[in-house]
């Protein structure tokens, strides 16, 4: 079975050139690949390098010095079975660019200190149940209408709309599943054509948050359960599941993914994701799965 180096230039950076993937076809054939013709995706941004001979962990390893000097996101995987028929995203700084209790927290004056709290639960410092039920509380009071007003303040991170709509076009399911608030993820989910979209719910009495939030909470494990339950419903296999996020609570997700990626993510989560997007935007995930630019929908 043939495998593939997929190669993604950064949004910034240089082109990728014939020459750039010289070293590393060199490298794959002195390892013991058969290395195919490079398949250019998108001329100057992404290609694809099919090998077969050594698997994919040598060929990681092999690789990996080179790589590394490169601007470009890379994924290694088997030809077959690529592209991928569901699509679970984390939202906030993943799908967009805010982190919403935050936001929130500026307008009672307390920004920086949900924030911390915020930081250090995406790190993994802290449990994200725990973390959420602690800022929420001190969102007590705030006006239901603030949410509104703050809603106005999310903006798409780059490539968003297009790897929904694209994978949507193309047959494949698609999720939104959040550790932050159904206010904001059914706004996001009709920006963007989510099928549909899972978060948390804020409780609010008499036009104002009460501090708290419904219980069960959606976080690290629930979010695998989520993307477990939503591939079953569809007959699917997580090996067919394309996952993104940036944070700990989207680590266990993105482990039992085909194509669990980290988005721009923590460096907890950088560590321990095998598919990473540091340089470019979220189309990446569509390269990585074949797509080239004519199949782009948005």
Not at 6 to 19: E, Q, R, Y
Not at 35 to 53: K, M, N, S, T, Y
Not at 251 to 279: C, N, P, T, W
């Amino acid at each position: 079975m043939s495998n593939v180096l997929t190669l993604v230039a950064g949004s910034d950076a240089a082109p990728l050139l014939t020459s750039s993937l010289e070293p590393l076809r060199q490298m794959l054939s002195a390892a013991g690949a058969s290395v195919h013709d490079a398949d250019w995706l998108a001329p100057g941004v992404a290609c694809d390098l099919a090998f077969e001979g050594i698997d994919i962990p040598h060929a990681r390893e092999t690789t990996a010095g080179i790589l590394s000097e490169l601007s470009a996101d890379h994924a290694f995987q088997k030809a077959d079975g690529r592209r991928k028929s569901l699509l679970v995203a984390d939202m906030e700084s993943t799908i967009i660019a805010q982190e919403m209790i935050d936001e929130l927290a500026v307008i009672l004056g307390i920004g920086s200190k949900i924030a911390e709290i915020t930081t250090r639960a995406m790190a993994g410092e802290l449990a994200f149940e725990d973390s959420l039920r602690s800022r929420v509380a001190l969102l007590k009071d705030l006006p239901e209408t603030q949410l509104q007003e703050v809603s106005k303040l999310m903006t798409l991170n780059p490539g968003a709309r297009t790897l929904v709509q694209t994978m949507r076009t193309h047959g494949a399911y698609t999720a939104l599943v959040s550790g932050g608030f159904t206010f904001f993820t059914a706004q996001i989910r009709d920006a963007c054509g989510f099928h549909e979209d899972r978060a948390n719910s804020l409780l609010i009495e008499e036009g104002r948050l009460t501090g708290a939030v419904a219980e069960p909470i959606l976080g690290r494990e629930a979010k695998q359960a989520s993307l477990e339950e939503i591939a079953g419903q569809r007959g699917l296999n997580n090996s067919a599941v394309c996952a993104v996020g940036d944070g700990a609570n989207d680590l266990a997700m993105l482990s039992v993914a085909g194509l669990g990626a980290a988005y721009h993510g923590k460096a907890v989560v950088r560590e321990a994701a095998e598919f990473q997007i540091d340089h470019g935007d979220l189309s990446t995930l569509l390269y990585f799965q074949g797509y080239r630019p004519e199949e782009f929908k948005c």
